[in-house]
């Protein structure tokens, strides 16, 4: 008889590494790219939003309730990064398949790594975003008198 050594695929963490390889390649896009839907300019954006602080207190001051929370919309923005957050997650998932049924850890170890990358390479791109943010809207309150002093005559 002749025996024949049984082949060990890794199909588990092999398709973990193409979805985080798809993931973190999307990530890139996405933050390299910068937005693909038409973003409205910085003065619409303030307009609108002064605007709806000016109703949100009105309506207050004469006691009528505030109208309910509108969904926001799905943009191909929003879809992307979902779906580098998912596929990412996918590749962690199936990471972890490779090593419960015991595939080459090597592999298995890939596939986690490369989904936790793509996931927290968005997370650590959002959070530098969030803190230099603040960081900007803090310099702008502390030089308000200067730059409102223009137009006041201060």
């Known amino acids: 008889m002749s025996e024949v050594a049984a082949v060990n695929r890794s199909w588990w963490s092999m398709a973990g590494m193409a979805f985080g390889a798809v993931a973190l390649v999307l990530a890139l896009f996405l933050h390299g790219a910068g937005p693909l839907d038409p973003q409205p300019t910085i003065g619409q954006s303030i307009g609108e939003i002064a605007a709806d602080i000016?109703?949100?207190?009105?309506?207050?001051?004469?006691?009528?309730?505030?109208?309910?929370?509108?969904?926001?919309?799905?943009?191909?923005?929003?879809?992307?990064?979902?779906s580098a957050?998912?596929?990412?997650?996918?590749?962690?998932?199936?990471?972890?398949?490779?090593?419960?049924?015991?595939?080459?850890?090597r592999l298995a170890f890939a596939a986690v790594s490369i989904g936790g990358v793509a996931i927290g390479f968005q997370l650590?791109?959002?959070?530098?975003?969030?803190?230099?943010?603040?960081?900007?809207?803090?310099?702008?309150?502390?030089?308000?008198?200067?730059?409102?002093g223009g137009f006041t005559g201060g």
């Open 85 to 105: 957050y998912v596929l990412g997650g996918v590749a962690v998932i199936l990471g972890v398949f490779g090593f419960v049924f015991r595939e080459k850890r």
């Open 54 to 82: 000016g109703k949100s207190a009105m309506r207050g001051l004469k006691g009528e309730p505030q109208p309910a929370p509108e969904a926001r919309a799905w943009s191909l923005d929003r879809i992307l990064s979902t």
């Open 124 to 148: 650590f791109v959002w959070t530098v975003m969030i803190i230099a943010g603040v960081i900007l809207l803090g310099y702008i309150l502390s030089n308000l008198t200067e730059i409102l």
